[in-house]
């Protein structure tokens, strides 16, 4: 790259070979990740001639300028270019297959439509489009800014679907990539993929610019910021490199490396600053600017470097999106304490609205019945004494959950409990038990279930989309079906099947883990 650039600040060079040695540095930053160079040596090495040798030349600096726009995922502009490139060389193999492959994207790109079986097969890095325009950025009241739905959408539908910016992955061998940062302004040390994230995206905004400003503008929480954060002196980027830091403290996501055949479930936590150095870190633009609610309107989920987000209930035009950066924890101060450590607020939904004005009874029990359920496991539910004794713990908590201000919000402390009971009585074949069971825990996750002969309504108003609720409504197919009320099994099935994709995103797994209920 050198040679070609000390070749072109050499004086007395015909614009011919000038054009030459731009089209093959074209080549070589396309290679090295400088795309936008590439772009530009590419576009301007074109001849503009028509004779069979400029044609030729023409097609390679269109082919090289169209891989930078398609990796810049400027995928109009990339289609226009492989166009230009078809109308001199029609029969181009290369331009063909890419105009192919970009026409896909800008599908992806328009509609949400995607084979997420084959984006499955392609593991961590996945080449597909993001489906962003349903959503907008816009100021919130008192919490920032947030991403506010352009179109009203129904439960199960794709909200967004969004390629990360940057993603840092561990292979399982190679410690050297997970990457030790100190930050000498805020003092503090990460050990894990956060500093490699943290290389991966300065280096990407340094190799083009033109990536630049929607990075830079992310949340960087209380860092103060320079009126011009990225500056060229001599044509050459200058990164704020503590500012990228803060924006991925703020905004990067930690996802599920799962297998990309069966994609599973949403991620617990979202806090940088508490990745174990196994877990896959990424930062997506789009979907950092959505705040966090402990009853969220849409549910998160990956393949690979793509998130994807899910309608969990409808959400009508200009309703905000929100989604549960962690598992709410059933104490509501401890919760708080997480939210203000890890993201720096306290949560102000309603479920957090209410449980601040909680007795201390109230809090005694919630303890009391948070603790129980895990010695029910860990002592392999000793005896009926220790069950019944577990049980009426249980109903008093279900009790004290009970006022006029938390009625049909979610109860953190029981589903635990309720899922231990659950499966147990499934598993002794006792039908009412375990639907009365099933119930009780869609309840605790803020779900209420009203059965009316061969009919069922599930309000989702309150409840928070949980791979356990798929659990509940498999349960309650089985329990059906075993009660020869197949109507009834067929209308849980489809409800199961349906949070199975809001949950997971895709419907992958779902027959191999639960079956069909056949």
């Known amino acids: 790259m050198c040679s070609y650039t000390s070749g072109l600040n050499t004086s007395g060079l015909t614009e011919a070979y000038r054009r030459d040695l731009r089209r093959n540095r074209a080549a070589v930053n396309l290679l090295a990740g400088y795309y936008d160079a590439a772009k530009t040596d590419a576009l301007e090495s074109l001849t503009g001639h028509n004779d069979d040798e400029s044609r030729k030349l023409d097609t390679k600096a269109l082919y090289r300028a169209g891989r930078s726009s398609y990796h810049l995922r400027e995928f109009l502009v990339a289609e226009e270019l492989y166009q230009r490139l078809l109308a001199i060389s029609p029969s181009d193999e290369d331009g063909l297959r890419e105009l192919s492959k970009t026409q896909a994207r800008l599908i992806e790109q328009d509609t949400g439509l995607y084979d997420f079986s084959s984006m499955a097969m392609q ?61 000498v302004d805020t003092q503090t040390e990460h050990w894990n993929l956060a500093g490699t994230l943290w290389s991966k995206t300065i280096r990407k905004i340094f190799a083009n610019p033109s990536l630049a400003p929607k990075v830079l503008d992310m949340d960087a929480g209380s860092f103060h910021r320079t009126k011009t954060p990225l500056q060229m002196v001599d044509d050459t980027p200058v990164v704020d490199v503590f500012l990228v830091n803060s924006i991925i403290e703020c905004a990067a996501f930690g996802a599920i490396e799962s297998n990309a055949r069966e994609p599973f479930g949403n991620n617990p936590n979202v806090s940088v600053l508490e990745y174990p150095t196994q877990n896959p870190v990424g930062l997506w633009i789009n979907a950092s600017y959505v705040n966090h609610s402990c009853i969220p ?15 969990a209930k409808n959400i009508p035009k200009g309703t905000e999106i929100t989604m549960a950066y962690r598992k709410p924890h059933a104490d509501p101060e401890i919760r708080q304490a997480e939210y203000q450590k890890l993201f720096g607020f306290r949560c102000t939904c309603n479920l957090c609205t209410a449980e601040a004005q909680r007795s201390a009874f109230h809090k005694l029990l919630v303890t009391q019945a948070a603790e129980q359920p895990m010695a029910w496991l860990l002592n392999n539910i000793e005896g009926m004494a220790r069950f019944a004794e577990a049980q009426a713990l249980v109903i008093t908590t279900i009790h004290a959950y009970s006022t006029a201000t938390h009625k049909s919000l979610p109860r953190w402390s029981l589903p635990e409990a309720h899922a231990c009971m659950m499966f147990n009585y499934g598993r002794a074949k006792d039908l009412d038990k375990t639907e009365e069971c099933a119930i009780a825990l869609a309840n605790d996750l803020g779900y209420q279930i009203t059965i009316e002969r061969t009919r069922v309504h599930l309000d989702r108003t309150n409840g928070y989309s949980d791979m356990i609720m798929v659990d509940v409504l498999a349960n309650l197919t089985e329990v059906a079906v075993r009660r020869g009320h197949l109507e009834l099994a067929l209308e849980f099935q489809s409800l199961a099947k349906e949070m199975y994709i809001i949950t997971n995103g895709v419907i992958s797994g779902m027959y191999k883990k639960y079956g069909k209920f056949e």
């Open 297 to 311: 309107n849409v549910a998160h989920s990956y393949i690979g470097d793509m998130m994807i987000l899910r309608a």
């Open 123 to 183: 593991k961590k890095h996945v080449d597909c489009a993001s489906f962003i325009n349903k959503t907008e950025v816009c100021a919130t009241k008192d919490r920032g800014r947030g991403l506010f739905a352009t179109q009203d959408f129904a439960r199960g539908d794709l909200v967004a679907c969004e390629k990360a910016f940057a993603m840092a992955y561990r292979s399982s061998t190679a410690i050297t990539d997970v990457t030790r940062l100190i930050d």
